[in-house]
């Protein structure tokens, strides 16, 4: 009795080519509590959501502007708000993932 043994590797997907869709865009209905753009969603329900704005990452656990964030990095809401004042993001790190406001999204003057 001569078993070969074989190989078998599984492929992913049905073989032919999958059509892709863009992201659906987020609509915020809520001002970032760092920059005040209209980002957040879900009616400011969005834990862990990151602003695409200032970077700054929802984190509904704060109690003050001066706790330090466990989403982001110990950073304070007070810290941020003034790094996105001096350089338009929450932290420089992460300068690089910020855009301007959408028209949509400015915060009312």
């Known amino acids: ?7 078998f590797l599984p492929t992913a997907g049905s073989g032919a080519e999958e059509e892709r869709t863009a992201p659906q865009e987020v609509v915020g209905d809520v001002p ?8 957040i969603p ?9 602003c695409p ?5 929802v984190d509904l656990f704060l109690r003050s502007d001066g706790e330090p964030s466990d989403q982001n990095h110990g950073l304070t809401l007070a810290e ?5 004042a001096a350089m338009g993001a929450s932290d420089p790190r992460s300068k690089k993932f ?3 406001p959408k028209d949509r999204e400015q915060p009312e003057r």
Request: hydrophobic share 30%; net charge positive.
């Open 98 to 100: 910020c855009r301007p």
């Open 42 to 50: 879900n009616h400011g329900d969005a834990l862990a959501y990151i």
């Open 53 to 57: 704005v200032c970077a700054w990452e």
């Open 1 to 7: 009795m001569n078993r070969e043994k074989k190989l």
């Open 80 to 84: 941020a708000r003034k790094n996105y």
């Open 32 to 39: 970032c509590p760092c920059c005040g753009c209209l980002t």
